[in-house]
């Protein structure tokens, strides 16, 4: 017998057990109206607490937007947004609303938890939705790639939620690196270090042993979604906190690393790194109880990316947050002292370029750069930018075949995390670490029982 004729390749496989690990099936027909510049935009938001609300608030301002449906899991957060938009149908399960609104909505925001990104997103593609999600992407680099490859083929508007990747700044960046200001870009310096980030974020654990009933108002076991089950603890999890928890979110460098990277991405034209590794705070390492459960409160990631025509053969970029800076002789090219505490460094072989993140770069030395030239930029909103793209108009900024494989870079800092110390080599086109194939566990999850596809 030819076992090879039962052998399907770690690629396909990966990208099948994705595409199958979502959430209970919908029967959705795609439902994909053709919209003009004098149409209206019929927009359903997942998630309207926190972050959500502000993309509620945005996507409402819009002239050409109708709020048609809104959904969260936490009721109290729910009635908040149905008081403000009283025509809009209210849903606490995501899949009840796609399934009801299948034929009413031609959009909608993703705006939850990370570990739930996926589920949600590529259901909405799948039904013909136009897609704006937030960042990262999503929880795992397999999910990443199926998403940007399901966005792709059906031909649907995407936005990535970096909003900065809009404005004046980071755009000026962009065109600066693109116009060699700074000659071929050398090495990259990457980090936020964002002052009370740590206490407010990333917590130490370990995991509370016991739990207690969640208040009415919050249906955990839909907020729970695709990951393992745990009891419901205060101030821990919901809100905002999960980011800290591996079944949730995606550390530090996986949320703010999409936006300090997005310039730099962009403009160089990077691609797939080759090799990834990454230095963890010493407490977190030396305790598998919190290896195995949160994610450290700081790192230090190193990627090696091949070579494009702005950088030479090959480009560093490192990753500092928490406990790590760059280093000193590296912020000095601007001011140690008030160097940006979120921002990339890019040094290049005529000079250096600052962006802090959501304000103007800046060519290094001064002097040298003074009459540069600015481009006249104006701000452009996001959101709008999504909705107008919707509506026919230009291509969004951050679109999934942009933002998709720059994520998927990212989210493969966080398995790099999960093993300090290792160098993997990336082998992008196949999913696999080909000299740690152990670390090809933390590419991709099982989702829990009940949310899965059964029988495929």
């Known amino acids: 017998m030819n076992k090879d004729l039962f052998t399907v390749s770690r690629r396909k496989f990966l990208l099948a057990a994705a595409a199958t690990a979502l959430a209970p099936p919908l029967t959705l027909k795609a439902s994909k109206r053709k919209l003009g510049p004098n149409d209206k935009l019929n927009h359903a938001c997942i998630g309207v607490g926190g972050m959500g609300w502000g993309d509620l608030q945005n996507f409402a301002k819009h002239p050409k937007v109708n709020i048609v449906a809104l959904c969260d899991v936490d009721e109290t957060r729910l009635k908040k947004a149905a008081e403000a938009f009283p025509n809009a149908r209210t849903y606490t399960d995501w899949r009840e609303l796609l399934e009801k609104e299948n034929s009413n909505i031609d959009s909608v925001n993703v705006t939850v938890p990370d570990h739930n990104h996926f589920a949600i997103a590529i259901q909405a593609i799948r039904a013909g939705k136009h897609v704006y999600c937030q960042k990262p992407m999503c929880h795992d680099v397999v999910e990443v790639r199926v998403l940007t490859e399901a966005a792709v083929k059906a031909g649907i508007v995407s936005q990535l939620g970096t909003q900065h990747a809009s404005g004046k700044g980071d755009r000026t960046a962009v065109q600066w690196i693109k116009e060699g200001a700074i000659g071929k870009v050398k090495h990259a310096y990457l980090c ?19 739990g207690q009933e969640p208040p009415s108002t919050l249906h955990w076991d839909l907020w729970i979604g695709t990951a393992p089950p745990r009891p ?21 460098s996986g949320d703010i690393g999409c936006h300090i990277f997005d310039a730099v991405w962009k403009g160089l034209g990077l691609k797939a790194p080759k090799t990834v590794i990454a230095e963890v705070q010493k407490s977190w390492e030396d305790s598998p109880e919190r290896r195995g459960d949160t994610w450290p409160q700081g790192d230090h990631i190193t990627w090696t990316f091949p070579g494009t025509k702005l950088t030479t053969r090959n480009l560093t970029v490192e990753w500092f947050d928490g406990e790590f800076y760059p280093p000193e002789e590296i912020r000095a090219l601007y001011s140690v002292q008030d160097y940006p505490a979120e921002s990339a460094m890019l040094i290049g072989t005529k000079g250096a370029l600052l962006i802090p993140h959501t304000g103007m770069p800046v060519l290094l030395p001064g002097d040298k750069f003074k009459e540069y030239k600015t481009p006249e930029l104006e701000d452009r909103n996001h959101y709008h930018h999504f909705v107008d793209a919707c509506l026919g108009g230009p291509k969004t900024e951050s679109h999934f075949a942009q933002s998709g494989p720059m994520t998927e870079a990212i989210i493969l800092g966080t398995v790099a995390i999960r093993v300090p110390g290792k160098r993997l ?3 992008a086109a196949n999913l696999k670490i080909p000299n740690a194939p152990e670390a090809e566990k933390y590419l991709s999850r099982i989702y829990r029982d009940g949310w899965q596809i059964a029988g495929l």
Do not use: C, M
């Open 192 to 210: 936020s270090n964002r002052p009370g980030a740590i206490d407010h974020y990333r917590l130490v654990g370990p995991r509370p042993t016991e």
């Open 232 to 252: 419901f603890v205060p101030d821990i999890y919901h809100p905002t906190k999960w980011r800290a928890w591996q079944d949730f979110g995606t550390g530090w």
């Open 425 to 427: 080599e990336w082998d």
